[in-house]
Every structure is written in structure tokens, then in C-alpha cells.
């Protein structure tokens, strides 16, 4: 056994910790061939990953990136640092544009499809594109958009791999649904051209190791737009818009985005899954320690998020903080945050660290105020925070677009006021909540309701302005494009 197929398995088998030190010592003692320094960069990535190291992640997969001598890796590579770069604090919109573009530089000679013949549909055929549509975090906000189009429009879903779930067998029944694995990427591409596709919409963007992009890049549909299941701009030319709003995008980030800004008056609309709306409120005992709480990936978090809510905690003697890991049932990552607790010498006798839960829903009666993280904050988690009964504190970033995520989801619930614009306003908004415990705790049961009648569950409202911004872009793009 080589030594990459042996790290590989040390990796498989959870062996994180050895797997690093075998390919520090491998590079430390020069054993790496040079055509395969990006294989060793590319487990690196993913034992940072599997600690929740992801400074260490987003240097690894950069290196992978500059190292593969393979294009289509090398963009995947990227996809993965991009991802990931949204979650470093300080690093402004003009560097992280700069990233992108540099990204955009591995497409310059990609060649497209040929135009397909010009035909006009009695009704526009939108197809949506993704790596897999399982249950999943991106399908709480695409779910319902799918479904309400198909009543003026001919709708396709073209999943990339052939994962099923049982929301995959309830979408089947309602779109024109198809599964294209096992083809080239040229070949995915074609499968949508000969459909005729007029709008093609992205749910992948740099997710999944950018996979949709790659297959976006040879113009199989003549409109081509993104912006559901990614949150920030693409980078790239063949995307021509991009569906957002004022919050996430305010006037004057234009330069940031490669695409065409289709502001809608809210970017999204959240549909609780059955398992959600089966939950109840779960009320908290009046005699319970303030207990604060954060229920989201442990990548988004840094030592910048910890010292805010470390000072929070120093300002409320006896309250709590539950930190959870939404994305993995991994107790390497809970180490790693341990670690970062205890290097800032926080008070870690009141928090506590846990890891993934599959019944995670339940988790939301043991916290009274969930703090987001930043700059990458909550979309997914916050919806879902929010619906669960728990008021959630969120700051917003000046103009980076993953960073006022959660500032989206609040205004669309109309709880603006629960967003800060810098790291002090959070932390006293965190303290006056607290400060009035029994307010908050009296007005959970009261918030589902209210998040049910608010904008980001007005599905009708979102429908109608939706398809107004695909009709605005095909009249716009679409001769153009044919």
C-alpha cells in the first residue's frame, strides 16, 4: 500500500491526528513526487475539515489548488477554498472579490456549447441545477419555489449525482425530474441543452467543490442565474444574475458580483420541513440559568466570535452558552473548539460543547437567545432558530454577503431589531435581552406564529417576485443569448 492510499485510509477510518503527522512527515523528509504534492494538499484540507481547523482548511485547499496540474480538480480545489473563505474575520469584500476573479481565470478556455436552435415555448421551461436535491439545509428555501412555479411554467430539476431521499420522491411527482450522473460534465451540460431550457437556475454555486459551475460553463441554457442555495456572487461571466435583495445586497456592492443583481424585496423564502412543523415550542423553566446558544456549523466559528460572546458571559455571571455542531456527529471537532475556548481563557465551566444530533430540534428547549456567528453568519440555521421559538442576535457585515445572511433572515421575519452593526452593539443587545429573561422566555411560544405570518414565509408574495425577476432578465438576456 503507497503512502496516499494509506493516509487516505487512516483518514476513512477516522485517524485525523495520524494522517496529519504522516503527511507532515512525508513533506518535512521531501517523499512527495512534485506532480503529487495537491493529493497530499487535498487531505489536508479534509483533515482540517474533520477538525473543524478551518484557517488550516482554507490554506490547504488553496495549496491544492496552485499545486493540481488537473483543471477540473483544480477548480474544485478552489470552489472549496472560496467556500470556506467567507468565515475569515478581516478579510474585506475588495480581497474576497479579488479571490474570485482569480477563480474566474481557470474558465478563460472553456469553450460553450454551440446555441441551440431558436425556438420559443408556449410556457418558459426553468430548469434548476444542483449536486443532489435531498432534505437538506438549501431545500428549506428552494422547496417551495420549485413547486409554486410548475402553475405558469414547464420546471426541470437536474440533480448531478443519484441520491434519493423521500423528498427526492415527492419532488419526482411535481417537476420534470432527472438524475445525470455517470455522464461527463460535457455531457450533463448537453442533457440540459436538448431539454431547451430557457432560464437554468444554480443551487450549487462554489458548494459541492463547484460542480454546478463547471457544468454552467458551457451554456446550455441561454439564461443562466444563481442565487438560492449559494449566498454570495459566483465570480464567473456565464452566470447572468443573481437573485438577492437590499439587505443582503445594498446599493453600491454592485462591483462585488460578476452578475446582473436581482434585487427582490426579500431573497428568501423559508418552508419548514414535517419534522419541523410536527416540533413544538419547547418552553424554558423560569428557574433556569440564562443559557445562550449556538447550533450551527463549527467551521463558522473563530476566535473573534468567542471573545464577543466570552465578554457576554463575563457580563452575565451565571448564564450559560451551548455550543452544537450542525453539520457532523464529530467529537475531533469539539476538541478543536475546546482548545480555542480554553487558549482565550474563557470561563469554560459555563460552556459547553456538543456535537451533531440527528434530533437536533429538540436541542432548541435547552437555549433561551442564539448568538450567530460571523462573518459567516446563519441563513439555514437562523430560519430555523427563529421558527423554533428562539429570539436569535445577529451581526451584520458592511457589505460582504455571507456576513448579513442572518440580517436577511431577521428583516424578512420583521425582527430587525435583533441586528447589530458592530461586535459591541451585539454583545449589549445579547446582555439586554438576557438582562429581561422572562420577557424572552414569554414571548417564545408567540414567535413561530409570527415568523408564519412574516415575509419569509410569505410563499405567494415571494412566488410573484421571483418570476418577475426571470421574466425581467429573459425579455432582458434572452434574445441576446439565443
Known amino acids: 500500500m503507497d503512502d496516499y492510499t494509506a493516509l487516505r485510509e487512516d483518514i476513512h477510518q477516522g ?47 488553496f495549496e491544492a489548488a496552485t499545486e493540481d496540474k488537473f483543471l477540473r480538480s483544480q477548480r474544485q480545489h478552489f470552489s472549496n477554498y472560496l467556500y470556506l473563505c467567507h468565515a475569515v474575520p478581516n478579510l474585506t469584500p475588495k480581497e474576497l472579490k479579488a479571490q474570485f476573479d482569480m477563480y474566474a481565470t481557470l474558465y478563460r478556455h472553456e469553450e460553450p456549447l454551440p446555441p441551440r436552435a431558436d425556438v420559443r415555448h408556449e410556457r418558459l421551461r426553468i430548469g434548476f441545477l444542483a449536486q443532489h436535491f435531498l432534505s437538506s439545509s438549501s431545500s ?19 440533480a448531478l449525482d443519484d441520491r434519493a431521499d423521500g423528498f427526492t420522491e415527492s419532488l419526482r411527482g411535481a417537476v420534470n425530474y432527472h438524475a445525470l450522473a455517470n455522464l461527463s460534465i460535457e455531457e450533463q451540460a448537453e ?22 459551475l463547471m457544468v454552467l460553463a458551457h451554456r446550455p441554457a441561454p439564461v443562466q442565474i444563481s442565487g438560492i442555495g449559494w449566498f454570495a ?91 452544537q455542531d450542525a453539520a457532523v456527529d464529530s467529537p475531533l471537532r469539539v476538541t478543536t473548539i475546546l482548545e480555542m475556548i480554553e487558549g482565550l481563557k474563557l470561563p469554560a465551566k459555563r460552556i459547553f460543547v456538543r456535537t451533531g444530533k440527528r434530533d437536533y430540534l429538540g436541542d432548541y428547549g435547552d437555549i433561551d437567545i442564539a448568538l450567530d456567528t460571523f462573518p459567516y453568519t446563519g441563513g439555514a440555521s437562523t430560519a430555523t432558530t427563529l421558527y423554533m421559538g428562539v429570539p436569535v442576535v445577529s451581526l451584520c457585515g458592511e457589505t460582504h454577503h455571507a456576513s448579513r445572511l442572518g440580517a436577511a433572515m431577521l428583516t424578512a421575519a420583521g425582527k430587525s431589531a435583533w441586528i447589530a452593526e458592530d461586535a459591541r452593539t451585539y454583545e449589549n443587545l445579547a446582555v439586554r435581552m438576557a438582562e429581561d429573561i422572562a420577557a424572552v422566555r414569554a414571548s417564545r411560544a408567540a414567535l413561530r406564529g409570527e415568523v408564519e405570518k412574516s415575509a419569509l414565509m410569505d410563499g405567494a408574495s415571494y412566488l410573484s417576485a421571483v418570476t418577475d425577476a426571470i421574466e425581467r432578465i429573459w425579455a432582458e438576456r434572452g434574445d441576446f443569448a439565443q
Request: overall charge negative; charged content about 25%.
Open 140 to 158: 428549506l428555501f428552494y422547496e417551495g419555489l420549485l413547486r409554486g412555479l410548475t402553475e405558469q411554467y414547464d420546471v426541470y430539476a437536474y
Open 233 to 323: 456572487t459566483t465570480g464567473v461571466p456565464f452566470v447572468d444574475g443573481f437573485l438577492t435583495d437590499n439587505v443582503l445586497s445594498p446599493a453600491g456592492t454592485e462591483e462585488f458580483y460578476s452578475e446582473e443583481l436581482l434585487r427582490l424585496p426579500y431573497a428568501f423564502h423559508f418552508t419548514p420541513d414535517s419534522a419541523m412543523r410536527a416540533s413544538a415550542v419547547a418552553e424554558r423553566p423560569a428557574d433556569a440559568p440564562v443559557t445562550f446558544g449556538v447550533f450551527q456549523n463549527f467551521m463558522k466559528i473563530n476566535e473573534e466570535c468567542l471573545k464577543v460572546w466570552g465578554r457576554i458571559l463575563k457580563k452575565l455571571p451565571q448564564a450559560q452558552l451551548i455550543l
Open 15 to 61: 485517524y485525523i491526528y495520524e494522517a496529519i503527522e504522516g503527511i507532515l512527515y512525508l513533506r518535512a523528509h521531501e517523499e512527495i513526487p512534485a506532480d503529487e504534492q495537491w493529493r497530499f494538499s487535498e487531505m489536508m484540507g479534509a483533515c482540517c475539515g474533520a477538525l473543524a481547523d478551518t484557517e488550516g482548511a482554507i490554506a490547504a485547499y
Open 191 to 212: 442533457r440540459i441543452r436538448v431539454d431547451e431550457i430557457d432560464v437554468l437556475v444554480d443551487l450549487g454555486g462554489h458548494t459541492d467543490g463547484g460542480m454546478t
